[in-house]
């Protein structure tokens, strides 16, 4: 299984930013997928999950800003980012569990970096 995560940059606080994953050795209605993210110095956190079934979980930090979709024709998942705060700033990790549940992540792909400054 391998994830490819793209889309990441620089953007001013309050702008959109919308990060894809390719994943290619599952297929991606099959098995939960989602976002991971890791600013400097601190550790790891969920940002969104999206089940097999097609249920979407998110942080609470960014409920209403962030959506999660796929495109499994083209198995490839995204993140929208809209209003992006400097705390967004983080390397962003796109990730999928060997589970149709959002429980816990088996594959991870490289990360893409979001740099969040005016």
């Known amino acids: 299984v391998q994830l490819q995560a793209s889309g990441g940059g620089l953007v001013r606080p309050g702008g959109s930013l919308r990060l894809s994953c390719t994943v290619s050795g599952l297929t991606l209605g099959d098995y939960a997928v989602g976002w991971v993210r890791q600013a400097p110095g601190k550790e790891r956190k969920g940002v969104s999950c999206i089940s097999a079934s097609g249920l979407e979980s998110y942080a609470e930090s960014v409920k209403g800003r962030f959506s999660i979709s796929r495109d499994n024709a083209k198995n490839t998942l995204y993140l929208q980012m809209n209003d992006l705060k400097p705390d967004d700033a983080a390397v962003y990790f796109c990730?999928?569990?060997?589970?149709?549940?959002?429980?816990?992540?088996?594959?991870w792909g490289q990360g893409t970096l979001v740099t969040v400054s005016s």
């Open positions: 990730a999928a569990a060997n589970s149709r549940w959002c429980v816990a992540y088996d594959y």
